[in-house]
């Protein structure tokens, strides 16, 4: 744990459902995690797709 910064992370899938990889997003304590969560949450969404071959 670092102090001064607030962190999400999401497992990326690949075609069997095991994760394959992370993905994370690191920011100072001044942004809003709320809004940066749901754009994790869609990105994770895309690559999984993408590494599943879909």
């Given at each position: 744990?670092?102090?001064?910064?607030?962190?999400?992370?999401?497992?990326?899938?690949?075609p069997?459902?095991?994760?394959?990889?992370?993905?994370?997003?690191?920011?100072?304590?001044?942004?809003?995690?709320?809004?940066?969560?749901?754009?994790?949450?869609q990105?994770?969404?895309?690559?999984?797709?993408?590494?599943?071959?879909?």
């Amino acid at each position: 744990m670092a102090s001064g910064v607030c962190c999400v992370a999401v497992a990326l899938r690949g075609p069997t459902g095991a994760p394959l990889a992370s993905l994370s997003l690191v920011t100072d304590p001044e942004h809003s995690l709320d809004r940066l969560v749901g754009a994790v949450q869609q990105t994770e969404r895309i690559l999984s797709a993408a590494l599943r071959g879909r």
